[in-house]
């Protein structure tokens, strides 16, 4: 009990202690009068909230993000009664200050959508109401105090531990209300897994054990054979967590000695395309995804390291899950000669799916996630094997221009609008170097007149931003050209956004 004596006091209680064989180690049961208690105030309103969201396989969190015209922030539209987002307290109204470890609050919609689809099957909002956000901003509270985080590498642990001839060479402290800490055997499989001392356990191979018996915790780790994964949290992640107020969330979690990661390959493509064939089809667990096929010797897939089932997870970094084949090859051809894909082999696919995590939280190194495109490259990748339906597209009116673009890395079209004070059009108020919209020729000031035929300003504005966010590529854009009329018109340039709410 020596080295579990540091977890919390324990003078006045009177361990308890059973020997399990077949895990080859101690494991006592330490019954506590009370557990620990959260010092959050609950009733503080400037107080951020946090929400534990998680989905089933092809469902969604339940609720919808809407970018505001002209306004700052991420701010919930709406809310899926019974689903999960209204069961963990979302509320319609909330902004989104935190996605993860990682602050959004001034990040542009995109990145927001991006780092929540990349979260996989449970994320972690920190939200506040948007009428309480903007009273603690007006009284100039830090960013610190307005959306708090953990401080630098203090996150929960995913521990890959393989028994040895010790076993798992760690001892269960259970609390009164089901709550687990665990002592380690001095140089075990557990401590050599990167399992710290004193550390608070919360889940066994994906399954929460809040509320397990001990009987039961004991059952799940026999099962788990020659090997188990655990998600844990060390005294000060605990501590921190609880001053915050905040979850031990999976979604925070570091990965150490996991036993499959995801691989970034990088393709530039030869004279005889990629070389290999993308199917959506339902993997050997039964989920549907995109799998590579077919990968052709000596072409630039299988120089870049893909095998044959090969589950693909994301193009350029950007999630592809949920897609529709048609909408995951055109991410691909909006690369252009330049790819970059995030994919699993099977053994990976299956760990990933069993601790209920996106493998995207766990790239060993985030910068390899981005797309490695040549900046300077303007071609697009042939479409003779990449089929997308065609648009019907109304004649250019006299004196204005038609540019075609296609969604670049992440889907994004790389520009923003905003609108005019009289709220009668709508202007590209930026255009991202490098971008679709850049080489498609959009120039900031542009007039935007049509959106695939349709006229935009006006009342109809709203529910044609609506229709560009949801419409198939290739997307046509009637313009006109700038004036220096236009661009006083602005309303806060940098503000504007071009896409409407999105179902999350």
């Known amino acids: 009990m020596e080295a579990a004596a540091g977890l919390r006091d324990m003078a006045s209680f009177t361990p308890k202690f059973k020997f399990n064989p077949k895990l080859g180690i101690d494991n006592p049961v330490l019954s506590l009068a009370e557990d620990h208690q959260d010092s959050s105030d609950p009733w503080n309103p400037k107080q951020p909230r946090f929400c534990l969201l998680s989905k089933e396989d092809g469902k969604s969190f339940g609720f919808h993000l809407q970018h505001q015209l002209g306004r700052a922030g991420h701010v919930v539209c709406r809310v899926e009664p019974g689903s999960s987002a209204q069961k963990q307290g979302l509320r319609v109204g909330d902004r989104i200050l935190a996605v ?24 972690l909002l920190t939200v506040l109401a948007q009428h309480v956000y903007e009273v603690v901003r007006a009284q100039q509270e830090s960013d610190a105090r307005l959306c708090p985080l953990l401080g630098l590498g203090v996150r929960p642990r995913l521990c890959h531990v393989v028994r040895d001839e010790g076993g798992f060479g760690l001892s269960v402290i259970q609390g009164a209300q089901g709550s687990c800490w665990l002592a380690l055997s001095a140089g075990g499989a557990a401590e050599r897994a990167g399992v710290p001392t004193g550390a608070r356990l919360l889940e066994v191979n994906g399954v929460s054990v809040d509320k397990f018996t001990y009987n039961q915790l004991s059952r799940k780790l026999w099962q788990s054979g020659e090997q188990v994964t655990l998600l844990v949290a060390g005294p000060e992640v605990e501590e921190q967590c609880r001053q915050l107020g905040m979850p031990l ?51 630039p897939a299988e120089k870049a390291g893909m095998q044959d089932g090969d589950r693909l997870v994301a193009v350029a970094g950007e999630s592809v899950e949920g897609l529709s084949h048609e909408e995951t090859v055109c991410r691909i051809r909006a690369q252009g000669t330049y790819v970059s894909l995030i994919v699993l082999d099977p053994e990976a696919d299956r760990f990933f799916n069993m601790v209920r995590l996106s493998p995207l939280l766990f790239l060993e190194n985030k910068d390899t996630a981005a797309s490695s495109r040549d900046p300077h490259s303007t071609s697009r990748t042939e479409t003779e094997d990449l089929p997308v339906k065609d648009t019907a597209l109304t004649p250019c009116p006299a004196g204005c221009r038609q540019c075609f673009l296609y969604p670049g890395p992440g889907g994004g079209y790389g ?21 679709s919209a850049a080489r498609a020729g959009l120039e900031t000031g542009d007039v935007v007149l049509e959106v695939n035929g349709c006229a935009v300003g006006g009342d109809k504005g709203p529910e044609r931003l609506q229709q560009l966010s949801e419409a198939e590529p290739p997307l046509c854009l009637t313009l006109a050209a700038r004036t220096q009329q236009s661009l006083e018109a602005w309303i806060s340039p940098g503000s504007g956004e071009d896409w409407a709410p999105t179902s999350l």
């Open 100 to 123: 993860n470890s990682n602050v959004v609050d001034r990040e542009d919609h995109i990145v927001v959508v991006r780092h929540i689809r990349a979260s996989g099957p449970r994320v």
């Open 249 to 299: 969330a999976a979604p925070l979690a570091e990965g150490w000695a996991l036993p499959a990661t995801p691989r970034c390959l990088h393709l530039e493509k030869g004279p005889q395309g990629f070389g290999f064939l993308l199917r959506e089809e339902k993997g050997p667990d039964g989920r549907l995804g995109h799998f590579l096929w077919e990968v052709d010797p000596g072409l």
């Open 415 to 435: 520009f923003r609008l905003s609108g005019v004070a009289s709220g009668l059009c709508l202007f590209v108020s930026q255009v991202t170097p490098g971008g």
